[in-house]
T-cell receptor, first 115, second 116 residues
Framework: AQSVAQPEDQVNVAEGNPLTVKCTYS??????LFWYVQYPNRGLQFLLK??????LVKGSYGFEAEFNKSQTSFHLKKPSALVSDSALYFC?????????????FGKGTRLSVIA | DVKVTQSSRYLVKRTGEKVFLECVQD?????MFWYRQDPGLGLRLIYF???????EKGDIPEGYSVSREKKERFSLILESASTNQTSMYLC???????????????FGPGTRLTVL
């Protein structure tokens, strides 16, 4: 079975400070990992994904995420937060060996960037 | 540009009514998905489809059915709406194949359904 956990319901950070949104996963094989963002009253937008290769993945809007196999984590990071980054963030996982199965999403972390 | 559209942004229905939520994608994706989103529960998969006329149950299919008669269209049906089906409904689509590069799911804007 595959699962993903986002241990923080809410993250608050001051504008200009670095931000981290945490994600840990569980799969039986090797993972495909994704981050999505949802702005108010909108659908989910794709930010970035890890498939293979370099553990540091760069995505949209200056976000990046680091795949750590030993800690089964895929934390989302940004060096300098903007007020406009305030949104709901979802991590998702899929086991590479599971064929064409849907992504499994975490429960989401609400990021609030304070000016 | 990738596009997934949903028939309504907001919908208000009465208990017992039959409700149709429509989703259309223009990317020639094989896979389509329906989720509901509730505060504190994240996204929960209702049904998905890998091809025309094919459907698979997700985690919470009870009270819902789906229809996929054409590749680009995936409909979610609430046979007899109940108040506990008040939620945000999100449709998504993706290419098939199980290869990581093609697994990105693209989402529509969502339909906020209220059942009174």
């Amino acid at each position: 079975a595959q699962s993903v956990a986002q241990p923080e319901d809410q993250v608050n950070v001051a504008e200009g400070n670095p931000l981290t949104v945490k994600c840990t996963y569980s799969v039986s094989g090797n993972p495909y990992l994704f981050w999505y963002v949802q702005y108010p009253n909108r659908g989910l937008q794709f930010l970035l994904k890890y498939i293979t290769g370099d553990n540091l993945v760069k995505g949209s809007y200056g976000f990046e995420a680091e795949f750590n196999k030993s800690q089964t984590s895929f934390h989302l990071k940004k060096p300098s937060a903007l007020v406009s980054d305030s949104a709901l963030y979802f991590c998702a996982v899929r086991d590479k060996g599971n064929g064409n199965t849907p992504l499994v999403f975490g429960k989401g972390t609400r990021l609030s960037v304070i000016a | 540009d990738v596009k997934v559209t949903q028939s309504s942004r907001y919908l208000v229905k009465r208990t017992g009514e039959k409700v149709f939520l429509e989703c259309v994608q223009d990317m020639d994706h094989e896979n389509m998905f329906w989720y509901r989103q509730d505060p504190g529960l994240g996204l929960r998969l209702i049904y998905f489809s890998y091809d025309v006329k094919m459907k698979e149950k997700g985690d919470i299919p009870e009270g819902y059915s789906v229809s996929r008669e054409k590749k680009e269209r995936f409909s979610l049906i609430l046979e007899s709406a109940s108040t506990n089906q008040t939620s945000m409904y999100l449709c998504a689509s993706s290419f098939a194949g199980g290869q990581g590069a093609t697994d990105t799911q693209y989402f529509g804007p969502g339909t906020r359904l209220t059942v009174l």
